[in-house]
Each structure stands twice: as C-alpha cells, then as structure tokens.
Antibody, heavy 123, light 109 residues
Framework: EVQLVQSGAEVKKPGESLKISCKGS????????IGWVRQMPGKGLEWMGI????????RYSPSFQGQVTISADKSISTAYLQWSSLKASDTAMYYC????????????????WGQGTLVTVSS | SYVLTQPPSVSVAPGKTARITCGGN??????VHWYQQKPGQAPVLVIY???DRPSGIPERFSGSNSGNTATLTISRVEAGDEADYYC????????????FGGGTKLTVL
C-alpha cells in the first residue's frame, strides 16, 4: 500500500527555521517525483515545487523560489520542505504529494497525498 | 503564468447533476485533473487526464475538456459529495509548472 506519512504539527515563532518531512512507503521512492502543496487557512491549493529523489532534480514555483528549500534523502525514502526564517504568512497546511507516472514518464497529476502538516507561525 | 478559473460555489439538490467548470485559455489542449477535498481531509484525486477515474471513484464522477472550459460532472449527487473541488493542469511548456484552480465549494441542498 502506497503511503506518504508527514511529520507532526509545528508551532514556531517568526524568524525561526523549520524542516518538515514526508516519508514514502509501499513503492519505489526514487522512481516518482514528490511535490509540496500549500493551503493557507480557508484558502485553495498552491503548488510549491517538486523533487525527483532519484537524482534530486528540483523545480520550484516562481512564487516560492528562494522562499523554501525542497530536498530528499533517498536512503530513508523521505522528502523535506524547509524554511530558514519563518514569517507569520507561512502559517498553513502543507501537503506532500506523489506525482503519478504515465508509461514511465511524468504524468502531471498527483495520485497520493500525505495527511498534511499544519505549520503555525506566531509570536 | 497560466490561470484556471472556477466558480466559488455550486449548489445542487440530492439526486440531481452537478457541473463544476474550470476555465483557462485553450484548456482543451491541456490535460486536466480534478481533486475532491472534504473538510479536515487531504485532497483526493477523482478525475485525471480529463475524464479517467482512479480505482475506487464512483462512475457518477466524469469529466470533459474542450475549448476554453473543462467540466467535472457529478451525477445522482449524494450528501457525501459535498466538498471543495479543484481543477489542476501541468504546464509542461512552462518549466513544468503546476497550476490549481481556485476551488469550487459544492453544496448539496
């Protein structure tokens, strides 16, 4: 069974750093792109970026380039999303997603979602 | 960047058909995917590649895509279908950028 299990909720202060995780299981972790999606309170879904754990090729949405860092450790089948200096506006639910394959190539859609990690940034 | 436009809300009576639209410039030339998100839950894929259903998704869910509008159709709507629905495309020509629509709240009357 494919699963994406995310780390637990975080409460941080502005200016602090943070790294949240997403552990994949039940499939070949290095063969699928893993992405991150933000959902601010009461708002819609926003794509942040994506990584291919096989070779760490990473793409960012222009809106999030330079604001976050996406990484992966294929030895433990885990992807990460990190901030060096949080802002109150980073308060949101963050989902990791697996991009499905289409005949071995990228498909452009997300067939599995993590349960979400709620990040609260408040002084 | 590419923009997807959805109506904020759609209301439908139980047993009727709900249609949720997703507008975009020449969206018919792209593949559209749809997700359902119930309160407090992660989104779930309900339609991919315009009209394909993942296993476990009822046949009541269907999709179409042509011209400047993609449509998610839910037949014989049930109370359990009440949720937010998001369309999404992958703009492979724009550095592989992913775009989501703003979401539509489906209310079952």
């Amino acid at each position: 069974e494919v699963q994406l299990v995310q780390s637990g909720a975080e409460v941080k202060k502005p200016g602090e750093s943070l790294k949240i995780s997403c552990k994949g299981s039940g499939y070949s972790f290095t063969s699928y792109w893993i992405g991150w999606v933000r959902q601010m309170p009461g708002k819609g879904l926003e794509w942040m970026g994506i990584i291919y754990p096989g070779d760490s090729d990473t793409r960012y949405s222009p809106s999030f380039q330079g604001q976050v860092t996406i990484s992966a450790d294929k030895s433990i089948s885990t992807a990460y999303l990190q901030w060096s200096s949080l802002k109150a506006s980073d308060t949101a639910m963050y989902y990791c997603v697996r991009e499905s394959l289409w005949f071995g190539d990228r498909s452009g859609y997300f067939d599995y979602w993590g349960q979400g990690t709620l990040v609260t940034v408040s002084s | 960047s590419y923009v997807l436009t959805q109506p904020p809300s759609v209301s439908v009576a139980p047993g009727k058909t709900a249609r949720i639209t997703c507008g975009g410039n020449n969206i018919g030339s792209k593949s559209v995917h749809w997700y359902q998100q119930k309160p407090g839950q992660a989104p779930v894929l309900v339609i991919y590649y315009d009209s394909d259903r993942p296993s476990g998704i009822p046949e009541r869910f269907s999709g179409s895509n042509s011209g400047n509008t993609a449509t998610l159709t839910i037949s014989r709507v049930e109370a359990g279908d009440e949720a937010d629905y998001y369309c999404q495309v992958w703009d492979s020509s724009s550095d592989h950028s992913v775009v989501f629509g703003g979401g539509t709240k489906l209310t079952v009357l």
